[in-house]
């Protein structure tokens, strides 16, 4: 069973920066693609930024220029630099992997953006 766990987040006024961390219990280069997903209240679950498994990386338009996705193969940790956070970037943030067809998310971390 895959385990992704999440940490870093946490509260933050509005023009600055967190980093999660989400560790992975198996090779980071085992999965297919990982990557960050969103959820604010009462919205859809969103995709932040993922990579492959050739390490192209794609963002959402909304965090381009702003967050940064890097990973650690060594300690199997992949990590998102959030920097200039906004009010609406405030969301769950989960960590997903997925090695075809089966889909893991880790228990999501909580960002609070303050204005």
């Known amino acids: 069973q895959v385990q992704l766990v999440e940490s870093g987040g946490g509260l933050v006024q509005a023009g600055g920066s967190l980093r999660l961390s989400c560790a992975a219990s198996?090779?980071?280069?085992?999965?297919?693609?990982m990557g960050w997903y969103r959820q604010a209240p009462e919205k859809q679950r969103e995709l932040v930024a993922v990579?492959?498994?050739?390490?192209?990386?794609k963002y959402a338009d909304s965090v381009k220029g702003r967050f940064s996705f890097s990973r650690d193969n060594g300690k199997n940790i992949v990590y998102l630099q959030m920097n200039s956070l906004k009010p609406e970037d405030t969301a769950v943030y989960y960590c997903?992997?997925?090695?075809?067809?089966?889909?893991?998310w880790g228990q999501g971390t909580q960002v609070t953006v303050s204005s």
């Open positions: 997903h992997a997925r090695t075809d067809p089966v889909d893991y």
């Open positions: 198996r090779s980071v280069l085992s999965f297919n693609v």
């Open positions: 990579i492959d498994s050739g390490g192209m990386i």
